[in-house]
């Protein structure tokens, strides 16, 4: 059983430009979780996702940043017009059901912004 | 009241002996509490939690020891090895009713050989 995957691993952009990240929930996950994590710090929750729906992402800039997890396909962090200040390492996690507690985590993008 | 705090910062401990990592929290709502290990390039992975309902859970070499009145719980590692050193978070939730985690700001652990 595949656990979370993240792509890119590593993702150079330079200012202004879009940043994509995706992630493929493990199987028979249909929740989904986004976190970035600055150096030396812990995570911060961004946006959760079910199938199609936007949960809660109360944790997300208001600005430059959607998330999105189509009915078919991985779920997508979108960072538009990035800046310096979005270098940081993008931590997706999954679980089975709302109610479940253990969230599963990928390996992480980590953006440079140039 | 949202935060969870995490002490030390880090940590070098010889091998053999008992690290010992601290979070405390406010939000007394929390009622499950996981550590994740991180090693680096890696994403966190789950390696024990607990619930307020007992004062201690143990898997393996890894304790964790819940003090509910204090609102303090730790994380202790028994005959702790080199392959131990990585970065350790605690977190927070509030169970079933919330699914953000509340992460403590991690603790960055040395195994000396």
């Known amino acids: 059983n595949a656990g979370v995957m993240q792509n890119p691993r590593h993702l150079v952009r330079r200012r202004g430009q879009e940043a994509r990240l995706r992630c493929s929930p493990m199987k028979g996950h249909s929740h989904v979780y986004w976190y970035r994590q600055l150096p030396e710090e812990g995570l911060k929750f961004m946006v959760y996702?079910?199938?199609?729906?936007?949960?809660?992402e109360s944790g997300m800039p208001k600005e430059r940043f959607s998330a999105e997890f189509p009915k078919e396909g991985p779920s997508i962090l979108r960072i538009q017009q990035v800046v310096r200040g979005d270098s940081a390492a993008y931590f997706c996690?999954?679980?089975?059901?709302?109610?479940?507690?253990?969230?599963?985590f990928g390996p992480g993008t980590r953006l440079t912004v140039l | 009241q949202q935060q969870v705090k995490q002490s030390p910062q880090s940590l070098i401990v010889q091998k053999g002996g008992i690290p010992i990592i601290n979070c405390a929290y406010e939000n007394t709502a929390f009622d499950y509490f996981p550590w994740y290990q991180q090693f680096p390039g890696k994403g966190p992975a789950l390696l024990i939690a607990i619930r307020p309902d007992v004062s201690e859970k143990k898997e393996g070499r890894f304790t964790i020891s819940f003090n509910k009145s204090a609102k303090q719980f730790s994380l202790h590692i028994m005959d702790s090895q080199p392959g131990d050193s990585a970065t350790y978070f605690c977190a927070a939730n509030l169970g079933d009713s919330n699914y953000q985690l509340i992460w403590g700001a991690g603790t960055k652990l040395i195994i000396k050989p």
């Open positions: 996690a999954s679980s089975p059901t709302a109610g479940e507690d253990t969230q599963y």
């Open positions: 996702l079910q199938k199609e729906n936007i949960i809660d």
